[in-house]
């Protein structure tokens, strides 16, 4: 996905037909909270996934259409090493997940993108199939960045073994037992993943020739889909390996059925993405807000169902958070004391249930009075009430799903006069006068990508080398310049085409003001080149989207969460069954 800067004398860019909300998210657009709160990179950082992350919705299309997986071919050792094959039946259309594992050297497993090697490796297909093309998957799909896909591949994927928990989880199933939860901790998995490619990327398929009724048109459901059978190898692979240990080994069972998610380490390459993709970025981010706005505003009774509803699931994340006490969490609140701030929110709605009032204030909007009070105890148990409240409301998973296609392209309206464009610039951006350019805090990092593995990197400025091909996601310091100049027009009539034949430089903010016209949330209100920005917070909210979980950040720049933790498998979706995942407790330690 890539946004095109061209020059056209064609008006300001407006938002097309899919970008435009259905009549109820349009009702809830002036009742949403404003940018530059929701845009505040603090606030991002308190996101939580909802029943409108990505991981989510998928799995709800899914089962409401019941997409059946098989195991087509499982060619695995009983070390499992080999190959596999999944056929999915989805809503008439049928792909392939084909992976292909070994065992790597503890020396060889990193996190990092940049790996030559993996445990598995794999690929989303569709198309015809023979011997023939598995024989070029087998050749291309391990090489990963060395190697070339075909045409018909929607995405190519790796993953490591856990080296705290595959060996082990076997050992306890070729046993007869299930797995001890205290020796799992807080975040269980047993592969993790390390990236998703797509899109055109090596080769691959391009999403705009998929079909409008593919399963899979819908941006990212593809990448779901993949990580989401890589779970479902998980599964297969210890229990396959236990049972070639023992005859004894059992699979696993009970609340250990669904427990284990796929894990996943995400670091500083997420943060140029947003800010690269901006009309990408308001539609994520108004697929946060306007669900929550809808429910904030609508009429609440004591003693109704959906309130009900959210007792129920805040009591259940109390609980959630507060037994996940090892997990390492800073700067963030660990589980027990965000425990502890939902303890306060559950007393607050409880005083609702039982009096009709909040903070001792009659009301019939009990939730917005909540979301206010709980801001007020701590914007991460404000998020997480946040994600209570968007859930009983499922009359919206339709009209959400229609925010996420973008149209990306970035066009110079040169027609545009100089004071209109100050003006523009002004309303929408005066946001980046906060920041004193002249103050080197302000200046302190800078972005490149690293010549030896395109990594996207964070260096000193003038410590670290590679100043010379900083990446131009300084939008704040770019409008500021911007501004700067605009100021110092003296005919507000002056054209914008003759503007930028003088200052050239500003192309790319003038196009960037121009296009975004009418997108509120498509800027991060943050100076990323500041030493106080914190990419955490931006790579939380995007992995808060995904669907992802158990934020443990390992620095300033990467974390690592886990996805679909608590999630239906294969057989519960060809029946028809999402079941209710939200907040997956532990299982119990003598779960069998």
Not at 222 to 232: D, G, H, I, V
Not at 306 to 326: F, H, S
Request: net charge negative; with cysteine; proline share 5%.
């Amino acid at each position: 996905m890539t946004a095109a800067d061209v020059v056209t004398p064609t008006a300001v860019q407006r938002p097309t037909d899919a970008q435009r909300p259905t009549e109820r998210l349009r009702q809830a657009q002036p009742l949403a909270r404003a940018a530059s709160q929701a845009l505040d990179p603090v606030d991002m950082g308190a996101s939580r996934h909802t029943r409108h992350s990505f991981a989510r919705s998928f799995l709800r299309v899914a089962a409401a259409q019941r997409w059946t997986v098989s195991r087509e071919t499982w060619d695995i050792d009983a070390r499992g090493r080999g190959e596999a094959v999944y056929r999915v039946d989805a809503d008439g259309h049928v792909l392939r997940f084909v992976a292909f594992s070994t065992i790597l050297s503890e020396e060889q497993r990193t996190d990092r993108v940049v790996a030559e090697a993996w445990d598995v490796t794999g690929a989303l297909v569709e198309g015809p199939w023979d011997e023939g093309r598995r024989a070029a998957l087998r050749a291309q799909v391990p090489r990963q960045e060395e190697g070339r896909a075909d045409a018909a591949t929607l995405v190519w994927t790796r993953a490591n073994r856990s080296q705290r928990f595959f060996d082990y989880v076997v050992d306890r199933l070729a046993e007869g037992l299930q797995p001890d939860p205290d020796a799992m901790g807080d975040a269980a998995y047993v592969l993790r993943s390390t990236a998703f490619y797509s899109n055109g990327k090596f080769g691959l398929a391009d999403f705009d020739g998929l079909a409008a009724g593919h399963p899979l048109r819908l941006p990212y459901r593809a990448q779901m889909l993949t990580a989401w059978l890589l779970r479902e190898l998980s599964y297969d692979l210890v229990e396959h390996c236990a049972a070639a240990k023992s005859c004894r080994a059992v699979q696993l069972a009970g609340d250990w059925r669904c427990f284990l998610g796929l894990g996943n380490a995400t670091g500083l390459g997420m943060v140029p993405y947003v800010i690269n993709h901006p009309q990408v970025l308001d539609a994520w981010c108004a697929v946060r807000e306007l669900p929550l706005a809808y429910a904030l505003h609508r009429p609440t009774l004591p003693q109704d169902v959906r309130t009900a509803r959210v007792r129920d699931l805040l009591d259940r994340a109390r609980e959630y958070y507060r037994e996940r006490d090892t997990l390492v969490t800073a700067p963030y609140l660990s589980g027990s004391r965000l425990a502890g701030q939902l303890d306060e929110v559950a007393e607050l709605l409880a005083e609702y249930i039982a009096s009709g009032s909040v903070s001792g204030e009659p009301t019939d909007r009990a939730w917005h009075a909540l979301h206010t009070s709980a801001e007020a105890i701590g914007l991460e148990a404000r998020g997480v009430l946040d994600a209570v409240l968007v859930e009983v409301y499922d009359e919206l998973d339709s009209d959400i799903e229609a925010l996420l296609h973008c149209d990306q392209a970035l066009h110079v309206a040169p027609a545009q006069t100089c004071g209109a464009l100050r003006t523009a610039a002004l309303d929408r951006y005066g946001w980046v006068r906060r920041f004193d350019f002249a103050d080197p805090e302000q200046q302190a990092y800078f972005w490149f990508s690293s010549e030896n593995n395109e990594e996207p990197r964070r260096g000193r400025r003038g410590i670290d080398p590679g100043e010379h091909v900083e990446h131009p996601i300084d939008i704040a310091r770019s409008v500021s310049a911007l501004l700067d100049d605009l100021e110092a027009v003296q005919d507000d009539d002056q054209l914008v085409a003759d503007f930028l034949l003088a200052h050239p430089w500003h192309r790319g903010a003038v196009a960037r003001i121009q296009s975004l016209a009418g997108l509120p949330y498509a800027e991060v209100r943050a100076n990323l080149l500041g030493r106080d920005f914190l990419p955490l917070h931006v790579q939380r909210f995007q992995l808060a989207l995904y669907g992802m979980d158990n934020y443990s950040p390992q620095s300033t720049d990467w974390l690592r969460v886990t996805l679909f933790c608590g999630a239906p498998r294969a057989s519960d979706i060809a029946a028809g069954t999402d079941h209710d995942w939200i907040f997956a407790r532990k299982p119990r330690k003598d779960a069998r």
